[in-house]
């Protein structure tokens, strides 16, 4: 058992040794691989187009940048305050958005790359934009530090158009809070609006109403030759002349009576005599100041400086010259021992013939 072992240990040496030497003895051949592999390298890195990355680093906003959003706002007031939290979240979401990717493509990069694709060549460029742009959170928390890196061959295009991308999210947030801010305060004065004209046309059906018993009551008290107001004294009294404004207005005598349908029926607006209508005007008139105002905020804030890229991140030199050199320093070696052992079957066909035929 020990012998078959030290054979196979023998055996696996030698093969070892067999091709290290074969590979030792086609080391020009290896080396010339491997440096051909290593030009070709070189060659892309220093051909390939550059590419430079930019930074914009974002944090949220203050109270002071989202303070305008808040006109109206406050304590005992309907309408809520916006947090910067709120503000923020908008802003984030945005900035992650396929439409605003879409929309800044269609609108910046789309007409710098020329011309007018067709419909599967703008697809085609969409998709290598969108490898070129990331949004990646910077913070541990989901509201704290953001950054949108792009990439472009040109370092002043990428600082311009990371800056553009931000900005465009930016505003496209702001206006969307300024007009659900204006919605919500819509619908409440649309509310008030529509609460005022039913005390209105309650007031005016009351006033009709009136109007049509106290014509009833002018003919009893005409046909009863009533023209004063009947005059109550002693035990009694306050019970009937309670009921002289329900049942008995006909009571109050002729004249009376006629007085007041004069007056109601020339009556111009019931709002004086509509309770809690001043109240309800007030609102509508807050309301409208409110969603006339101009709502300009700032959703996020720029952290730090956008400096110009100094150095492209894409192609690394080094790295792709150092994988050319090992890729063909195996390829070599691969070469060299199928060469050796193309070889070392030849000659052991060559043996086989020889043997065979002592003549050769």
Request: with cysteine.
């Amino acid at each position: 058992m020990q012998n078959s072992n030290s054979t196979v240990n023998s055996s696996v040496e030698l093969d070892l040794f067999e091709i290290f030497g074969a590979i030792w003895v086609r080391k020009w051949l290896v080396a010339t691989i491997a440096l051909a592999c290593g030009f070709m390298g070189a060659a892309y890195a220093f051909w390939s187009t550059p590419v430079y990355e930019s930074k914009y680093y974002i944090s949220p906003p203050t109270l002071n940048d989202i303070a305008n959003l808040n006109y109206g706002r406050g304590t005992g007031s309907e309408l809520k305050p916006f947090t910067v939290n709120q503000v923020y979240k908008v802003f984030l979401s945005n900035l992650q958005s396929e439409s605003q990717r879409r929309q800044f493509f269609e609108s910046t990069y789309l007409p710098a790359s020329g011309g007018e694709p067709s419909a599967l060549s703008s697809g085609v460029l969409y998709g290598v934009f969108s490898k070129t742009i990331a949004v990646a959170q910077v913070d541990k928390e989901e509201d704290g530090r953001w950054s949108v890196s792009l990439q472009d061959s040109n370092p002043e295009r990428s600082v311009e158009w990371v800056t553009a991308y931000v900005n465009q999210v930016g505003e496209s947030t702001a206006r969307e809070l300024a007009q659900n801010a204006k919605k919500e305060v819509l619908v409440l004065g649309r509310n008030r609006v529509l609460e005022i004209e039913t005390l209105r046309d309650s007031a005016r059906k009351t006033r009709n109403d009136n109007i049509a018993k106290i014509r009833e009551a002018l003919l009893v008290a005409q046909s009863s030759g009533l023209e004063n107001t009947v005059v109550f004294s002693g035990r009694g009294t306050e019970k009937l002349a309670g009921n002289m404004f329900e049942d008995n207005t006909y009571m109050r005598g002729s004249k009376a009576l006629e007085a007041e349908l004069k007056n109601l029926e020339n009556r111009q607006s019931e709002d004086p005599f509509i309770p809690g209508l001043r109240n309800l005007q007030k609102d509508v008139e807050f309301f409208q100041k409110v969603e006339s105002e101009n709502f300009e905020i700032a959703a996020y804030r720029h952290d730090g400086v956008l400096d110009l890229p100094s150095s492209p991140i894409k192609p690394k030199k080094a790295l792709i010259i150092l994988l050319g050199l090992l890729v063909g320093g195996l390829l070599g070696c691969a070469v060299a021992l199928l060469n050796h052992f193309i070889a070392k079957r030849r000659e052991a066909e060559n043996s086989v013939v020889q043997a065979a035929d002592p003549r050769l």
